[in-house]
């Protein structure tokens, strides 16, 4: 049986990511929510993974270098079968558990272990010029976020890219406009983004990160040069209680609020 | 730990008009009070630590006081080289404050875990290095780092922690504060762990091992007066922290001791390997021997004494 569309993946992600949450009263729930549908496209319609065998190895790498929405990687692992999904509710973010907050390699189909931004794309970059060595056709996808973009070792590894052409490379740009301290954005700030990549020769295609089609279209395409796709998100997509606020990076849900937040995503998703 | 840093942080900037604060798009509402004394003085690198860092020490140069805050690995690992070239060679005025020092941060892991920066703060030429054990001695450890020239690694844990200290405790640059009193081994600690000693030292009590602790607030430089008069008056020490057995307090205690050869050391720390335990703080340390159950094991262990089957030690402690 092939597993089901990437719109309902998507959802699914945001449900477990959800559950593991509220399980373990973990913050970061905005981060997650906001990349659920980049991680359904890839996941279950862009990386050749053979629907049958859902425990295979992924054939492309996937690196996410914003780790902090780890919990949403977990789930669209524990979806694909790669790993356990009663073991992930269970440990998540549990003492003594096999899950922390910020993924770690190790755990299969996590390939860095994240938390420290900046550290993906530089990574990613060596996985692309080992599988050019080796002749291995296959993509190298990273996912980071906007706020990450100011570490300086994004810029040192995109430069790198460029210059050596890794046309099977593709950074995501989780747009979602917000960081840290929450910073007002200039009306140019994703232009200018986009630009920085420009001016390094990656080819930038700009896209609604929620859009299944543009995503797919997006995740699939360019040749000759390295990808950057940015990809415009709202933080908390699904849950509008946290849909596009700050503070969803921050704040955890308790027991109690169970029922509301799983009603709450259920009622977004047939509205949509 | 954390809000007692930023309040005496906002005092001092309110007298020193030098001082400014540098940020790497962490601290959300902790640094509210600085922020509504003087929003000029408080600059968001963004998430670019080694820029926060930079930018830290080139305000030093022009003749400002510095402070970088970030979470501990952010500060001793990431912006490494910053700190070695441009703040401790250059001596400059900058305060570096890594939050969470230790396993603070549990459950995010290892990138955020900073169980290494005791050893390589410590080894920096110039570098003050301070870790203070609960709030008021966090406050006293500010004030202290801002009114000190030169760098300064002060290593906080996060918020929340007990008072550990007797109120009116002072805190002094290099000087080593007695919490306790005893004859058969010296526990001492840095930081906020130092519970676990306090701990350990009455279980042992209980067990007829009368325990001094020692809590250094300062990692370098050592008090080695304290070091060498805990040495004659109970012939060992056993070093507590939240730390990799290398480099850290141990290390430091244990370098002195080699040198002059007085009494024996014994470390009780992160064993050298990353900590992929996943769990909050006092798991963690749980399964390093590092509660006060642990503690107390290690310490009889070391004493060569059989914890009594009656002893909670004997019960739970010996892992």
């Not at chain 1, 997006?218 to 040069?225: H, T």
Request: contains cysteine.
């Amino acid at each position: 049986m092939r597993p089901a569309g990437s719109e309902q993946q998507a959802f699914e992600i945001r449900r477990l990511s959800l559950e593991l949450a509220l399980g373990a009263g973990t913050c970061h729930i905005g981060s997650s929510l906001g990349i659920a549908d980049v991680l359904a496209v890839l996941f279950f319609e862009v990386m050749p993974v053979d629907p049958d065998l859902p425990g295979a190895p992924l054939r492309d790498t996937f690196i996410l270098s914003k780790a902090h929405a780890g919990s949403a990687l977990l789930s669209a692992l524990a979806l694909r079968g790669t790993i356990d999904r009663a073991q992930l509710e269970r440990e998540y973010c549990r003492d003594g558990g096999a899950f922390g907050g910020h993924a770690e390699r190790g755990t299969p189909g996590v390939e860095i272990s994240g938390g420290s931004l900046g550290h993906g794309l530089p990574i990613a970059v060596g996985r692309a010029i080992a599988d050019r060595l080796d002749s291995r056709h296959r993509r190298t996808y990273c996912l980071m976020g906007d706020g990450e973009t100011d570490e300086g070792s994004v810029w040192e590894a995109a430069a790198m890219a460029g210059r050596l052409g890794l046309d099977r490379l593709v950074a995501i740009v989780d747009a979602n406009g917000h960081q840290g301290l929450d910073r007002k954005l200039a009306d140019d700030h994703w232009e200018r983004l986009a630009s920085r990549f420009e001016a390094t020769s990656w080819e930038v295609t700009e896209i609604d990160g929620h859009d299944h089609a543009a995503l797919r279209h997006a995740l699939r395409g360019g040749e000759g040069r390295p990808r950057c796709v940015l990809a415009h998100t709202v933080k908390g997509k699904g849950l509008p209680f946290m849909e596009g606020r700050f503070d969803s990076h921050y704040r955890s849900l308790r027991p109690h609020d169970r029922e509301r937040a799983l009603t709450a995503l259920e009622q977004a998703r047939v509205a949509a | 730990m954390r809000d007692a840093f930023a309040a005496a942080l906002t005092e001092a900037a309110a007298r020193d008009e030098r001082l400014c604060l540098v940020l790497a798009d962490l601290g959300v509402g902790v640094f509210d009070d600085f922020e509504r004394l003087a929003p000029e003085r408080i600059f968001n690198a963004g998430i670019a630590e080694q820029a926060m860092v930079g930018v830290a020490a080139g305000l030093a140069q022009a003749g400002r006081r510095a402070v970088a805050y970030s979470i501990a690995p952010f500060i001793a690992s990431r912006a490494h080289d910053q700190v070695r070239v441009d703040v401790a060679a250059g001596a400059a005025n900058v305060t570096l404050v890594g939050v969470g020092g230790g396993v603070a941060y549990g459950y995010l892991g290892l990138t955020h875990h900073a169980i290494e920066d005791l050893a390589t703060m410590r080894a920096m030429p110039n570098m003050t290095v301070l870790a203070p054990c609960d709030p008021a001695d966090a406050r006293g450890a500010t004030l202290a780092a801002l009114s000190l020239d030169g760098p300064v690694y002060l290593r906080l844990g996060k918020n929340g922690e007990p008072p550990l200290l007797a109120p009116g405790t002072s805190f002094r640059i290099g000087r080593a504060t007695r919490v306790r009193h005893g004859r058969d081994l010296t526990l001492a600690s840095t930081g906020p762990i130092l519970a676990s000693a306090i701990g350990a030292a009455e279980l042992l009590a209980r067990d007829g091992i009368d325990a001094a602790v020692l809590h250094l607030g300062t990692v370098k430089p050592l008090d080695t007066d304290a070091i060498d008069e805990a040495l004659a008056d109970t012939g060992m020490i056993l070093t507590v922290e939240e730390h990799s057995v290398i480099g850290g307090l141990g290390g430091a205690i244990a370098e002195h001791a080699a040198q002059t050869g007085a009494g024996r050391v014994v470390r009780a720390g992160f064993p050298d390997r990353f900590v992929h335990e996943v769990g909050g703080r006092d798991h963690i340390l749980a399964r390093h021997g590092l509660d006060a159950a642990g503690v107390a094991a290690r310490a009889l262990s070391a004493l060569g004494v059989e914890p009594p089957r009656s002893s909670p030690v004997g019960a739970g402690g010996l892992r």
